[in-house]
């Protein structure tokens, strides 16, 4: 039996937390995804299967800024993807980890959303 990749243990805790987080219009998922370079926001309303709102270090805001794929870049796109949420009325969210651990630059972005007015 091959041996799992770290990626491939996120893909199944990422499939395990979809089944239970699942977005409404009333209550959006906001999701988050990492690569090795930019680290991703987004408030979908799964419903639909729209994306009401996003913010990712590539967002031309924080491109300008410099911001990087870091502990202090992910506080900067929580605090972005929050703004956003709220421009388009959202202000309760269920939040999807997509598999990371709840850690780093994870929590960074979810306590960043929450002071920007999120809640969930």
Do not use: W
């Amino acid at each position: 039996m091959a041996k799992r990749t770290r990626n491939e243990d996120r893909l199944k805790r990422k499939a395990r937390i979809r089944r239970r987080v699942h977005g409404t219009a009333g209550r959006p998922r906001l999701c988050v995804y990492k690569s090795l370079r930019h680290i991703y926001a987004q408030v979908v309303d799964d419903e639909r299967g729209h994306t009401l709102a996003a913010a990712s270090t590539l967002s031309p805001e924080l491109r300008a800024q410099g911001v990087r794929n870091t502990v202090e870049g992910a506080r900067a796109v929580g605090t972005l993807v929050a703004q956003r949420a709220k421009e388009s009325g959202i202000v309760k969210v269920v939040f999807d980890r997509s598999g990371y651990p709840y850690h780093g630059q994870v929590r960074a972005l979810a306590e960043a959303a929450r002071e920007g007015g999120l809640e969930f």
